[in-house]
């Protein structure tokens, strides 16, 4: 770590010098001005350029086939890049154009502003300031939620359909995932975007990361039930009412936890995350005693099929514990009635 000597300048001006390399990198020079961002205990100096220059991107796509240029496009509206251009030193191939069209509608805010034979770009709209993070956590949820309660109340009735529709939310779920990547990206990059996105400061952001991540997770697990019931024999569980009604109110009790963990992260509330782990310890064992009290002559399919099931909500309650343990950490942080820092 390089240190700084800080003088006095006047009766009430300290100051310190900026590192040379520095400087030259960022192009600062004298008479330029320079933000700074107050932290806890930090102070960021951001040259102009970094609030000033939109981030452009070209790939190459002669050297990859189509999936990794879908994957390069993705990962490149993640990092903030306002501007993606995909260039051919020929002509660039149907699947690579296919490719380009398929990430557009995978990514929020993404439009093609130009095409030729050679170079195709596409431009991200999405403004930081459009969004908080907290917003878009609680949007994660509750989509996941949605699909959740479609996918077990299809399986209750026999409902393709509404199976489908749950699988169709997927898409939504993504985007949101990936969104919240490219915001907590840009935000990491330039903590004057911390702000724009609902943050004081930049700390929580690695935990805003992993609780995305659970959400898209728990996402994913519905979408496994709705999958369940896609490929059931009647769209249904071949399971008796009682069964039924347990597996319901089992996710009943997933929903109220994953709900709540998401508002303690939001509100940093310490005291909600020990009703998550006081909530979490009363269904832990649920679906063991779910699947202890099936009857012994169901058919082997079926009892599979309710253990995936179970499975797939118990998964999605300890996501919503790992999400528990990250707002207890973010909590207690911060100083409150629990904790004082000095």
């Not at 990198?25 to 350029?49: A, F």
């Not at 310490?270 to 009363?282: H, K, N, P, Q, W």
């Not at 300890?318 to 973010?330: F, H, K, Q, V």
Request: hydrophobic letters at 40%; aromatic letters at 4%.
């Amino acid at each position: 770590m390089e240190t700084r000597k800080v003088q006095r300048l006047g009766p009430s001006t300290l100051a310190m010098t900026l590192p040379a390399e520095w400087a030259q990198e960022h192009d600062v020079n004298k008479g330029d001005e320079v933000s700074l961002r107050m932290g806890k205990g930090t102070l960021t100096v951001l040259p102009e350029s970094v609030s000033s220059e939109e981030s452009e991107a070209v790939i190459n796509a002669d050297e990859i086939d189509a999936r990794a240029l879908e994957r390069a496009i993705v990962a490149q509206y993640v990092l903030g890049r306002r501007v993606i251009h995909v260039r051919s030193e020929g002509t660039l191939d149907s699947e690579h154009i296919n490719a380009v069209y398929k990430a557009e509608t995978q990514l929020m805010g993404l439009g093609v502003i130009e095409e030729t034979p050679e170079d195709i770009s596409i431009r991200c709209s999405v403004d930081p300031e459009d969004f908080t993070l907290d917003n878009l956590l609680e949007r994660l949820e509750n989509t996941g939620l949605t699909m959740r309660g479609e996918a077990v109340k299809a399986l209750a009735h026999g409902n393709a359909d509404l199976a489908q529709r749950a699988l169709n939310r997927e898409r939504q779920a993504n985007k949101i995932f990936v969104l919240l990547l490219r915001l907590i990206f840009t935000a990491y990059q330039n903590p004057n975007l911390a702000r724009a996105v609902g943050l004081e400061e930049g700390f929580p952001l690695i935990g805003y990361r992993s609780v995305a991540k659970n959400l898209e997770l728990t996402a994913d697990n519905a979408e496994d039930i709705a999958d369940i019931v896609m490929e059931a024999e009647g769209h249904a569980l071949d399971v008796d009412k009682a069964t039924m009604r347990q597996i319901r109110e089992y996710t009943d009790q997933v929903d109220e936890l994953t709900a709540l963990a998401v508002r303690a992260v939001v509100e940093r509330d310490y005291d909600l995350t020990v009703e998550c782990r006081d909530m979490f310890g009363r269904i832990e064992d649920r679906e063991r005693e779910i699947l202890d009290e099936l009857p012994d002559d169901l058919a082997n399919d079926v009892l599979l099929m309710a253990r995936e099931v179970l499975v797939s909500l118990q998964h999605t309650a300890g996501y919503a514990m790992r999400n528990a343990e990250i707002a207890a950490n973010l909590a207690l942080n911060e100083a409150s009635e629990h904790v004082e820092i000095v």
